[in-house]
């Protein structure tokens, strides 16, 4: 079993900094539910610039915060530490995938489709609320015309 971070479920949709980081302290607790449990939490090395409000990105809403402990926390992981599904990408650039209308190949709902069309058991972590966090998201790949359906927690 291995873990992913959504990183499409960040669009810029939340209505202020203090909705996102709401939201991000739930993501930091499965974090740390996953962590403990023994499994990967696989992330993206682009998700720390993602939009996350009209006019904020995620990096911008960490420092306003002025929380030394979290912005080392989050910049440690999704900065530096990782684990990124990038170190260990087993789907070529060659696959196609797409949700709906929008091209995945070579991001991480990609790799976590292939991985589950391999044999594995992957499952999302979304932030929330989000157009992408449902269960299950239905990723389009090339040679299988069926969608296939990957789990969040």
């Known amino acids: 079993m291995e873990f992913f971070l959504n990183d499409r479920s960040l669009h810029g949709q939340f209505a202020d900094g ?8 739930t993501v930091l607790g499965m974090r740390k539910s996953i962590r403990e449990a023994g499994y990967p939490f696989l ?12 006019e904020l990105f ?15 926390e989050v910049r440690g992981w999704l900065d ?7 170190k260990d990408r087993e ?8 949700l709906a209308d929008d091209p995945l190949t070579d991001s991480i ?3 976590a489709a292939w991985r589950y069309l391999q044999g594995g058991d ?6 929330a609320p989000s157009d992408f966090a449902k269960t299950p998201i239905c990723v389009d790949h090339e040679s299988d015309p069926p969608k296939q359906a990957l789990t969040s927690p």
Not at 18 to 25: E, I, N, R, V
Not at 58 to 72: A, D, E, H, M
């Open 122 to 127: 992957p499952h999302l972590a979304s932030f």
């Open 58 to 72: 995620f990096s911008q809403v960490i420092q306003s915060t002025k929380n030394i402990n979290l912005i080392r």
């Open 91 to 98: 789907h070529s650039g060659n696959e196609l995938f797409a």
């Open 109 to 111: 709902l990609a790799e």
């Open 18 to 25: 203090d909705a996102f980081l709401a939201s991000l302290k």
């Open 80 to 86: 530096k530490s990782g684990p990124f599904w990038q």
């Open 43 to 54: 992330v993206d090395k682009i998700t720390s610039g993602a939009q996350v409000t009209s």
